[in-house]
């Protein structure tokens, strides 16, 4: 089986991470992996290791309808036996068109939990033979547009258990985290990891923290990530005084060494479509505090991992942040359930195997002998 991977993303963290897990899983397996790329882009260095052919190809969005001439052109070269499509920002439509144009099967991974205008939905979900969900919460989102329920199958994003794993002893590297971020023996470490889009949640933890420093004084958080509101939150800390507590770390590749020295990861997001970051902390034995939205549910389980509350509300996610940082054995008790329930359902050999199952269904359905 030959399947040509498409994914438009710049940096090498949510779906483009998922992509090449993948076709580090499928290149294991045998099988041949081409992927089609932007210029420059982190993912084509990480595929190549892994033993994809990479295409760089320019992809300027949703308006360059030039995209699906490249695109089409490109699956003519490779004359591949699937077309997945990892990413949106245009390629989710231009891929699609020039997969049906050359009458290759096309699956696209909707990795996002945001409702769709209903005439996109009518006119873009039959453009695909399958789509995967990678939550059970975006599966239902679709379902509710009227997207044909055999038509989506949930096949969870995976972590690198091996790469994202607990320190031993746990305090390994501690000293050097503290070295790194500014922090002083004894500091509480907290951390949210994601871009800096409003969704995300970061104000949130902003409005919390007043109430949390008022009863863990030591307690530091740390923004792991890069995007468009960087600068407003900085503005927004200053303003509320608290440039001492809450620190930018701006985009890190080195999280499978960061996560494990943390005491707790905050995700206030207002929507999500899993969290790939929530998986690599859970894997690190890091409890977790987030909200009830999206797949996020599907990684925490209040009492069993760590502990939700509802989008916004700033008062709750500081008592939940407190319930755990006040009580260091229950963190130490959701830790090691965290690792263990991301042991158990979202393993790499498990989304691996999900997505080739879904490649052999499509193929079946049009008449072609499955690999």
């Known amino acids: 089986m030959k399947v040509l991977h498409v994914e438009s993303g710049r940096h090498l963290y949510g779906g483009a991470l998922q992509a090449v897990l993948l076709m580090q899983g499928l290149q294991q397996r045998g099988y041949e992996n081409h992927l089609a790329c932007r210029i420059g882009a982190a993912i084509g260095p990480a595929a190549a290791q892994h033993g994809a052919t990479v295409h760089e190809t320019v992809m300027k969005g949703d308006v360059d309808v030039f995209t699906w001439w490249r695109l089409r052109r490109l699956i003519r070269q490779v004359r591949p036996d699937i077309v997945h499509l990892h990413a949106r920002f245009g390629t989710d439509v231009w891929g699609a068109l020039a997969a049906r144009s050359e009458g290759v ?3 696209h991974s909707r990795r996002v939990d945001n409702r769709e205008r209903p005439f996109v939905v009518r006119h873009k979900y039959p453009l695909y033979d399958k789509v995967v969900a990678i939550s059970h919460g975006i599966r239902k989102v679709l379902l509710s547009e009227g997207v044909p329920p055999e038509q989506v199958v949930c096949v969870h994003s995976a972590v690198d258990t091996e790469r994202y794993r607990p320190n031993e002893p746990r305090d390994a590297d501690r000293a050097w985290f ?3 971020f500014g922090l002083q023996p004894g500091d509480l470490a907290v951390a949210l990891i994601a871009q800096f889009i409003p ?3 970061h104000r949130v933890l902003v409005d919390a923290m007043p109430a949390v420093l008022a009863a863990q004084p030591r307690t530091k958080v740390v923004f ?5 509101q960087v600068e407003p939150m900085k503005q927004l800390v200053a303003e509320r005084g608290l440039q001492a507590s809450v620190l930018f770390g701006g985009f ?3 999280l499978h060494r ?8 905050v995700h206030p997001a207002a929507t999500e479509g899993l969290g790939v970051s ?4 859970a894997s690190c034995g890091v409890p977790i505090v987030a909200t009830r939205a999206g797949g996020i549910p599907e990684i925490v389980q209040p009492g069993l991992n760590g502990e939700l509350v509802q989008p916004g509300d700033a008062p709750a996610l500081a008592a939940a942040m407190l319930k755990l940082l006040a009580d260091e054995a229950l963190r130490r008790h959701y830790g090691q359930a965290a690792r263990q329930w991301v042991l158990d359902g979202f393993s790499t050999r ?3 195997e999900g997505n080739l199952a879904v490649y052999r269904e499509v193929l079946a359905r049009r008449g072609r002998r499955p690999a």
């Open 199 to 201: 969704r995300k949640g």
């Open 278 to 281: 929530l998986l690599q902390a």
């Open 258 to 265: 960061v996560m494990p020295s943390l005491d707790l990861v």
């Open 105 to 107: 099967p096309v699956v």
């Open 224 to 228: 792991l990530g890069q995007g468009p």
């Open 350 to 352: 498990s989304m691996v």
């Open 178 to 180: 503290d070295a790194q």
């Open 252 to 254: 890190r590749d080195d």
